[in-house]
């Protein structure tokens, strides 16, 4: 024993390279068994240590960089099934040791594991042998330690083959790949939540098929507790919002909230709590709601009291939102009947707006022409200052070049519909009645054209007040 802890990390390795070799090529290996189990524990005994010494950080990093060099971990591997149960779990625990070494070992493992990402379906595959199962089962959590691997092993193909593991019939089986799937989905949150962004609708609807809608215990109550943990991480809110906008999965919620296992039940309200707290409830969600709020909240109340206080919290907020969702639904229906209204007057008024343009006529005016100023006030828009009467009571305004301010301070409008004549000058003007409008001092005025006798008597009645001034 002596001598074997002389060796060298190095050539322990190497020495356990060239048996993995010859198991491999040779149909007969049983006589080096004995010399692999004992090269196996003295990896071992570097790696852990024993009850008398600590590992050697030195030790354990040149036997990691041996063993990564030298490809000897994907013989292990692939010598899992010819070695016997005590050697098959000294690997397992090599593997393992080898995949939680500190840095820079560990990016030695991750580089190494991202060169032979095919390990990770041997790793996998084994699940479907009994006996190698669990052991492949171990080495394949102990390498979701890298974020390279959970990017591999999160692709649809990959997780197709989990999703058959987890609904194994074996009990082991099933549960050790629902571990693996767990860590896969909470381990490495960025990675995880690009994928199932990417990948949303592939995934949950395999996950609301297989697994919470599975007539297996086992299988419902790890996929409503495991699914409870990625939609109310904060990294996935995205993700969880989709989620909870969807009808089917409400459904499927509601449905596990009468399963018969109280367990069942309560990690469904987990999930529940999120649709009632959404604050942007599509319609479809609310009806659902709405209609079976009654039962909902009697099921809620048989929940009964318990300790912890973050759950009694979550199902009182959860029971005064449900009892809200009547009046929210009366308020959406309102706002929703508004808005057709308001669409239906829109399109009228446009259909009278595009008639009204079609008759049109525009009026065109000449210098000297005589046109109606009428001032109508509008309430709280403008009041005109008071003044003396001038000694012109008449005004001459300059439409040209778009300019139809005419400024009237100092003018006394006591009246409202107050009508000031006024001679167009200078240039001249066409104007499109009933769209150009005049602004007096901040009044709104309509132009209008004045004939005949009366715009013939109010010229005269300028004309002598010109001559008297």
Not at 242 to 248: A, F, H, M, N, T
Not at 344 to 358: E, F, G, L, N, W
Request: charged share 30%; glycine share 4%.
């Amino acid at each position: 024993m002596n001598s074997k802890k002389l060796r060298s990390p190095a050539e322990v390795v190497q020495k356990t390279r060239s048996l993995l070799l010859y198991s491999k090529n040779s149909l007969d290996a049983g006589s080096q068994m004995t010399e692999m189990n004992s090269l196996l524990r003295e990896l071992k005994l570097i790696l852990y240590g024993d009850d008398e010494s600590e590992p050697s950080d030195e030790a354990c990093a040149q036997l990691t960089t041996e063993f990564f060099r030298e490809d000897t971990l994907r013989l292990l591997i692939i010598s899992l099934p010819k070695l016997n149960l005590e050697a098959r779990k000294d690997t397992t625990q090599v593997v393992a040791s080898l995949q939680r070494q500190p840095l820079p070992s560990r990016l030695e493992a991750s580089k190494y594991l991202e060169a032979n990402l095919d390990l990770l379906d041997v790793l996998i595959s084994g699940y479907d042998d009994h006996q190698l199962a669990l052991h492949y089962g171990r080495m394949l959590k102990e390498s979701l330690r890298h974020q390279v691997v959970a990017s591999y092993l999160l692709k649809p193909r990959q997780l197709e083959k989990l999703f058959r593991y987890i609904q194994h019939p074996s009990f082991d089986i099933a549960a050790d790949a629902a571990d693996a799937f767990k860590d896969l989905l909470t381990r490495h949150k960025s990675t995880v939540s690009e994928s199932l962004s990417t990948n949303y609708c592939w995934f949950f609807t395999e996950m609301n098929e297989k697994l919470l809608k599975s007539a297996n215990y086992i299988t419902r109550r790890q996929a409503v507790k495991l699914l409870g943990c990625i939609l109310l991480d904060r990294s996935n809110s995205c993700v969880m919002t989709r989620y909870v906008s969807s009808k089917d999965n409400l459904i499927i919620l509601m449905n596990l909230l009468r399963d018969q296992s109280k367990s069942i039940q309560i990690d469904a309200f987990h999930v529940f709590k999120l649709f009632v707290a959404n604050e942007n409830k599509p319609s479809e969600i609310v009806s659902i709601l709405v209609t079976n709020r009654s039962k909902i909240l009697r099921l809620l109340g048989a929940f009964g009291y318990t300790d912890d206080e973050v759950f009694e919290s979550d199902k009182i907020q959860s029971e005064v939102g449900l009892k809200e969702l009547e009046y929210l639904e009366v308020v959406r229906g309102t706002i929703e009947r508004l808005e057709q209204i308001k669409s239906r007057m829109k399109v009228t008024q446009d259909r009278q707006k595009s008639c009204a343009d079609k008759r049109r006529m525009p009026i065109e005016f000449q210098i000297g022409d005589m046109v109606l100023l009428n001032v109508s006030r509008e309430k709280d828009l403008f009041i005109f200052k008071r003044a003396a009467i001038k000694s012109k009571d008449y005004h001459t305004v300059d439409l040209a070049s778009g300019n139809h301010t005419v400024d009237l301070t100092g003018w006394y409008l006591g009246y409202a519909n107050t009508e000031f004549w006024v001679l167009v000058t200078r240039v001249k003007i066409r104007l499109n009645i009933g769209m150009t409008r005049s602004r007096c001092d901040g009044k709104n005025a309509g132009l209008e054209r004045r004939h005949g006798r009366e715009r013939q008597e109010v010229l005269k009645g300028w004309q002598r007040r010109e001559r008297r001034d």
